[in-house]
């Protein structure tokens, strides 16, 4: 696909079928998560694909989306903020550096003609218990992996580019 197909394809997919994800497709991804920059490429994250089924099912107990549990893979992305570069006035930035990683994995993901959906909520103490990370990590977000349902997805809507986006100069 072209990137810009990409893009334009991606969506938040709440729905999957049970067929496993390729091989290839997770080697693609993790490449693509691996590339991801990071503010001085520290890299203080770390990406968990369980298919094992009682993983997932004990991930699942403790989020709040039932159509998660159809999903072949769930990922968890972890952060560590103690090794994540910090800004001048020291907050660390573990956050930003995940969410790009996070998008990499996105992205990836539908290029490999697979779908995704980005969460955040749910009680990450929970998760992480149930996940298995520890400190110094800590799960920042959390996305099915798999080949999704047809309409499974809902209707982009977004606002008009000019009122997103501002030239100066």
């Given at each position: 696909m072209e990137?810009?197909?990409?893009?334009?394809?991606r969506?938040?997919?709440r729905?999957?079928l049970d067929?496993?994800?390729?091989?290839?497709?997770?080697a693609?991804?993790s490449?693509?998560?691996q590339?991801a920059?990071t503010?001085c490429?520290r890299?203080?994250f770390?990406?968990f694909l369980?298919?094992?089924?009682a993983?997932?099912a004990?991930?699942?107990?403790?989020?709040?989306?039932?159509w998660?549990?159809?999903a072949?893979?769930?990922?968890v992305?972890?952060?560590?903020?103690s090794?994540a570069?910090e800004?001048?006035?020291?907050?660390?930035?573990?956050d930003?550096?995940?969410?790009?990683?996070?998008?990499h994995f996105?992205?990836?993901?539908?290029?490999?003609?697979?779908?995704?959906?980005w969460?955040?909520?749910?009680?990450?103490?929970?998760?992480?218990a149930a996940?298995?990370?520890?400190?110094?990590?800590r799960?920042?977000?959390i996305?099915?992996?798999?080949?999704?349902?047809?309409?499974a997805?809902?209707p982009?809507?977004?606002k008009?580019?000019d009122?997103?986006?501002?030239?100066i100069?």
């Open positions: 990137f810009y197909d990409v893009i334009e394809t969506r938040s997919v729905g999957y067929k496993p994800v390729p091989a290839d497709s997770l693609k991804i490449r693509a998560v590339l920059p503010a490429n890299q203080p770390r990406l369980f298919r094992d089924p993983m997932r004990a991930i699942c107990a403790k989020v709040p989306f039932p998660l549990s159809e072949p893979v769930i990922a992305l972890a952060g560590d903020a090794s570069w800004r001048p006035d020291g907050g660390s930035i573990v930003v550096d995940a969410s790009i990683v996070m998008e996105v992205l990836a993901a539908t290029a490999e003609g697979l779908g995704t959906c969460i955040c909520c749910y009680r990450r103490d929970e998760v992480d996940a298995g990370i520890a400190a110094p990590w799960s920042v977000a996305s099915p992996l798999g080949f999704g349902k047809q309409n997805c809902r982009r809507n977004v008009p580019v009122e997103l986006v501002k030239v100069g």
